[in-house]
């Protein structure tokens, strides 16, 4: 769990010190979104590249984790180079994207390795891991807030680090590990055909299209209602971070209900706050602050009993390369969403913005439709 945290942690590292990378590099009206969206394509390009060559299936997961925390916290680093350009900047994010490629779907396919009953539990406590991982940066840009803006990138890079060698020093493979060979496009081909794969499958791609779209903009969101203040950074870390605490107790209800209906459950209530949103934001403070935690619960915690849905009905031996190429799929649809929101996004959110995620969860409860369990 430790190290899923540390080496995603250098995700949304650039979208915390927006602000400051704004003034330095006079960044264009744009910039979050085309920020987000170059981690986005570089995870989209990893997981792609993952795939293709069944990275994770054919050669030792903790290596492959240990490995790419190594470059993604170099990369992340990057961007505090001397004279580093609007373009440089977006290279990097998309280098430090790719990398992240070898550490969220590996981490699933390493506790995939370790666990079979139990599964959505254990990937329950691992996505956990990586929504703090996620929600780290704001935490500590807003502890840091007296300090320059690189101890922020620096301080998630140290993370990366460590998260890489704990896993590759300290980590096995697991006991249901299969090894592939050779890559084999026929096996993900057979493999989606299932329903159970390709429903739970449909399931997160509307999850994707509501989760980073909603974390992505959510600064500005609180931004328009309470105004801009240092604890805006705080509120984005507890609305996102609660998401951790989703997961675990997710994991734990698809012990005696099942992955299904604890993945239902929570893309309802996060629908549902789709719709309220604009009503919400006419809410008090308290109010509103208490509407965006049960939303930032609701969001993501329905992320691992997909994962684990996928894992649980795909072949041992491709298990690995089904979870990245979904990945990958998720990954590219959260760029339709965050460049939609921006379209329509100005200096304060229009507040019936986020009823353009609404679509996201009611197509991922007809997915799960098509889900045994």
């Known amino acids: 769990m430790f190290a899923q945290f ?5 995700w949304f590292a650039g979208n915390a010190v927006l602000g400051e990378l704004t003034l330095v590099l006079e960044l264009p009206p744009d ?5 987000t969206a170059s981690v986005q394509l570089g995870f989209i390009f990893g997981t792609l590249v993952f795939a293709f060559f069944l990275i994770a299936d054919r050669f030792r997961p903790s290596r492959v984790f240990g490995l790419c925390s190594l470059f993604g916290a170099l990369f992340n680093a990057a961007v505090l180079l001397p004279g580093i350009a609007y373009e440089d900047l977006l290279l990097f994010r998309f280098l430090t994207g790719f990398c992240l490629a070898g550490i969220y779907p590996v981490g699933m396919k390493i506790a995939a390795d370790w666990y079979q009953g139990g599964l959505g539990k254990a990937l329950g406590y691992l996505v956990g891991a990586l929504v703090l991982g996620t ?10 807030a007296e300090l ?11 993370l990366s680090l460590f998260g890489g060698l704990a896993v590759s020093l300290l980590v096995p493979d697991g006991p249901y590990r299969k090894k592939a060979l050779v890559p084999d496009l026929r096996a993900l081909k057979i ?9 739970a499958a449909l399931g997160y791609f509307g999850h994707m299209w509501e989760l980073y779209a909603f974390w992505t903009f959510l600064p500005l969101w609180l931004q328009t209602r309470f105004g801009n203040s240092p604890g805006i950074s705080l509120q984005s870390f507890a609305v996102i971070g609660i998401g951790a605490i989703a997961c675990v107790v997710g994991g734990h209800l698809s012990l005696r209900s099942g992955s299904k209906r604890v993945a239902a459950g929570m893309m309802w209530i996060s ?35 997909f994962s684990a849905l996928m894992a649980r009905n795909a072949a041992s031996e491709y298990k690995g390369s089904v979870l ?16 939609l929101l921006s379209r329509y996004s100005g200096p304060e959110l229009p507040v019936y913005l986020f009823y ?17 369990n």
């Open 135 to 144: 929600a780290f940066p704001h935490l500590s840009r807003f502890l840091l």
């Open 6 to 10: 540390a080496g995603v942690s250098v």
């Open 324 to 339: 990245t190429f979904a990945t990958a799929i998720g990954f590219g649809i959260t760029i339709l969403s965050i460049n």
């Open 356 to 372: 353009l995620l609404a679509p996201g969860p009611f197509i991922g409860l007809l997915g799960l439709r098509r889900v045994a």
């Open 31 to 35: 910039a979050l979104a085309s920020i």
């Open 148 to 158: 320059p803006w690189q101890r922020v990138m620096l301080l998630t890079s140290i």
């Open 191 to 199: 493999a989606f055909r299932n329903p159970s794969v390709s429903g």
């Open 271 to 305: 629908g549902i706050c789709c719709l309220l949103s604009p009503w919400a934001f006419q809410w008090s403070e308290g109010a509103f602050l208490l509407f965006m935690l049960i939303w930032g619960f609701a969001v993501v915690g329905d992320s691992p009993q």
